[in-house]
């Protein structure tokens, strides 16, 4: 999580106004307090615990239909979210109508090529079952013609350990960032 948030900071410094689709507990909110975030989850419960964290703004909202003007934000990003969301496209239409021109997108996904995803699939109700997009190809393809793009793979986990890697075989995501054409 810090090392996420690390990354997310140096993504997103100077941003003005910053969209979280999916924010769950405000886990991102409460780490990088000096940005300006509005998060936005379609569970009560999730923006309950996120407004008891912190005083930003949370909205209870579907990633496909956003309650916001077009142009109005100059960042937005998801993380582990885009990957379970049924209709992805949808949410990434969204996302390019409320950023504005030039405005930055970080999709922080699961890497279901990595060990780690594939020790915790391997769990009996495990979380990561319910991804519903395992191509992240596929989501680079359609992200692609709206942004210049660039792609890695970040955050090595092995066991206990956490390192720095972009071999796909053990990072345990793939970030896709991109700035609105
Ligand atoms: C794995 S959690 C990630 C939470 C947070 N981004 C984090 O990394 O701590 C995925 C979140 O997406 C939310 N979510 C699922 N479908 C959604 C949708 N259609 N629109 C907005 N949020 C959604 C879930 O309620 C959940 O809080």
Redesign the pocket.
């Known amino acids: ?1 810090t090392k ?1 948030a690390d990354d997310l900071r140096k993504e997103l410094v100077g941003k003005r106004k910053i969209l ?9 909110e409460q780490r990088l307090p000096e940005l300006n975030i509005i998060g ?4 009560e419960e ?1 923006i309950k615990a996120a407004r008891a964290r912190t005083t930003n703004t949370y909205c209870l ?4 239909q956003l309650p916001f003007l077009n142009a109005s934000f100059d960042a937005l ?5 885009l990957e ?4 992805y496209k949808a ?1 990434i239409d969204e996302a390019v109508r409320v950023l504005e021109p030039e405005g930055k997108l970080v999709v ?1 996904a699961l890497n279901p090529e990595s060990e780690y995803f594939k020790i915790h699939y391997s769990k009996e109700g495990s ?1 990561f079952r319910r991804m519903k997009h395992k191509n992240l190809g596929e989501m680079v393809d359609y992200i692609e013609p709206r942004f210049n793009l660039q792609t890695h793979y970040f955050l090595g986990v092995d066991g206990e350990k956490i390192f720095d890697t972009e071999d796909k075989e053990y990072a345990s995501l793939f970030i896709i960032k991109g700035i609105k054409k």
């Open positions: 999580m996420e979280d689709v999916g924010c769950g507990i405000g886990t991102f936005v989850d379609t569970d999730m909202a579907d990633a496909k990003f998801f993380v582990t979210c379970f969301l049924e209709d949410a922080m979380y």
